[in-house]
C-alpha cells in the first residue's frame, strides 16, 4: 500500500515538475507619459517544442508604442521581452495574453498601467527613440527625383532633335543643287511648250534668256538681270566666276537671242534644239563652277 502511495506520488511531482508554467512580469504598474516599461514572459519546461504567441511587435495592444520586442527561445525554455511606452493619461488593460506548446494554450497574468502627467517645466520628457539616419540607395533617389529626371532627358532629346532638323533636316532653298534643280524645271517646261516645233523663235529665246539671266543672278551672283548682253559677256569675262566653256555657252545662245528679238536672224529648229541642250548643261555644269570658285576664296 505503501508503495503505491509512493509511486503516486513520485508520478505527481514529476507530472508537476516537467509540466509547462508560464510566468508573466511587469516592471512598472504607474508610469509617467512616455516613460519606458518592461513586460516580460518566461515559459519554462518547454521540452523543445515550439511556442506561438502574437507577431513581433504585435503582442500588446495598439496604444502601446513598442520600443523592442525581443525573442530568447531556448532548448527548455522560452522568454520574451517586451520595452514600451505609452503616451496618453490613463488606465490602461494588458488582457491575459495567449501561449500555445503542443496544441494547448497558455494565458499570462492580466495588468493595468496607470500613466500619469507627472511632467514639471523644464523635466526630461522620454521619447520612444532616437531619430535614425537612414542611408538612402539609388532606387530611393530615383523615386524621389524621377520625375525632374525624366523631364530633363525630355528636354535635352527635344532640343537634340531640333538642332537636328534644323541642320540636316531641311536643304536651303537658295542652295546651288536646289536653284539648278528650279531651272532645270523651268526649261523642261519651256521644252513643253513647242515653240521649236511651232516656229515661234521669237518667244522661245525671250523665255530661255530670261531663265537663263534669274539663274545666273542667283547662282552666281552676277547682276544677268540688269545688264545688256555685252555687258554681261564683259563683266562675266572679266570675273572669272563662270568656267570658259559655260562662258561660251552664255556667249553663243544670249547674242543669238538679241538677234532674232531684233528680227536679223530666223534659227531653224536644230539650232533652238541646241540651244536649249546648252542651257541644260550649262546648268547642270554650274556645280563645279560653285565648287571651283569656293575653293578660290578659300586659297
Known amino acids: 500500500m505503501f508503495r503505491k502511495i509512493n509511486s ?3 508520478l505527481l511531482f514529476s507530472v508537476l515538475l516537467l509540466s509547462q508554467t508560464v510566468i508573466s512580469r511587469l516592471d512598472k504598474k504607474t508610469v509617467g507619459l512616455g516613460e519606458p516599461n518592461t513586460f516580460s514572459i518566461k515559459i519554462d519546461h518547454t ?12 503582442l500588446l495592444p495598439f496604444h502601446f508604442e513598442i520600443i523592442k520586442d525581443s525573442i530568447f527561445p531556448k532548448a527548455d525554455s522560452y ?5 514600451f511606452s505609452i503616451f496618453q493619461e490613463g488606465t ?3 488582457p491575459a495574453l495567449e501561449f500555445k506548446i503542443n496544441n494547448k494554450i497558455y494565458k499570462t497574468t492580466p495588468y493595468q498601467i496607470h500613466v500619469v502627467n507627472s511632467a514639471n517645466k523644464g523635466d526630461q520628457i522620454h521619447d520612444i527613440m532616437k531619430n535614425k539616419e537612414v542611408p538612402m540607395e539609388l532606387s530611393d533617389y530615383w523615386q524621389l527625383y524621377r520625375f525632374w529626371i525624366l523631364a530633363g532627358i525630355a528636354v535635352v532629346g ?9 541642320k540636316y533636316g531641311k536643304k536651303p532653298k537658295d542652295s546651288p543643287i536646289e536653284l539648278s534643280n528650279k531651272t532645270l524645271k523651268a526649261l523642261q517646261l519651256l521644252k513643253q511648250k513647242n515653240y521649236t516645233e511651232n516656229g515661234n523663235y521669237r518667244s522661245f529665246y525671250v523665255e530661255i534668256i530670261d531663265i537663263m539671266r534669274d ?3 542667283l547662282q552666281y ?33 544670249f547674242l543669238r537671242g538679241d538677234m532674232v528679238k531684233f528680227a536679223k536672224i530666223f534659227p531653224d529648229i536644230t539650232t533652238m534644239n541646241h540651244d536649249w541642250e546648252q542651257c541644260v548643261q550649262l546648268v547642270k555644269n554650274s556645280i563645279q563652277d560653285i565648287e571651283f570658285e569656293n575653293l578660290r576664296k578659300d586659297v
Open 221 to 253: 551672283h552676277i547682276p544677268a538681270n540688269v545688264l545688256l548682253t555685252d555687258d554681261l559677256i564683259a563683266y562675266m569675262k572679266k570675273n572669272h566666276s563662270i568656267s570658259s566653256q559655260n562662258e561660251a555657252i552664255i556667249e553663243d545662245v
Open 92 to 94: 490602461f488593460d494588458i
Open 79 to 83: 522568454e520574451r521581452v517586451v520595452e
Open 158 to 166: 527635344l532640343i537634340i532633335v531640333i538642332f537636328a532638323f534644323l
Open 47 to 58: 521540452q523543445g517544442k515550439p511556442v506561438y504567441s502574437a507577431q513581433k511587435n504585435e
Open 8 to 10: 503516486l506520488f513520485l
Open 215 to 217: 539663274f545666273l543672278t
